[in-house]
Each structure stands twice: as structure tokens, then as C-alpha cells.
């Protein structure tokens, strides 16, 4: 899936919640960082929600959560 740097994707990124298994609900980038993780080792869904995931994998490991969450409120 092609990286898309719009204003957009990353406002959906920073409001897409969970639609499944146990943090079905959570916003993203509230769901912690070992999730990701493991989900890196056993491979992300396929389509939008699992290239969304491998996104936030890189802004939790890059410690940059607080830039999402910020999105999030004022937007």
C-alpha cells in the first residue's frame, strides 16, 4: 500500500479505533506499543487496518504518540 503523508490519512490514522479482539474500541495509538510488536512478528492484517497498525508501530517506536494524541484532541 502506497505511504499516503496527507493531512487526511494522518487525522484518520489519529482517530481509528481498534475494531477487534481485545482492544476492539481503543484509538490506536491507546494501544500499547508489545501489541504492535507482536503483531510485527506474527504479520499485520492485510489492507488499510493492518498498514494503519504498521504506522503506528513506527510512531510508538519513534516515541511520537504525544504529536497523534495532540491530532486527535484539536482536530
Avoid at 494503519?52 to 484532541?73: C, F, S
Wanted: charge should be positive; proline fraction near 5%.
Amino acid at each position: 500500500m502506497p505511504v499516503d503523508n496527507s493531512k487526511e490519512a494522518l487525522l484518520e490514522l489519529a482517530n481509528y479505533k481498534m475494531p477487534f479482539g481485545k482492544y476492539k474500541g481503543e484509538y490506536l495509538v491507546d494501544i500499547p506499543e508489545y501489541y504492535y510488536t507482536w503483531f510485527k512478528q506474527k504479520g499485520f492484517p492485510e489492507g488499510k487496518l493492518g498498514f494503519m497498525m504498521q504506522q503506528m508501530h513506527e510512531i510508538k517506536i519513534n516515541g511520537l504518540e504525544a504529536i497523534v494524541r495532540t491530532l486527535r484532541k484539536n482536530f
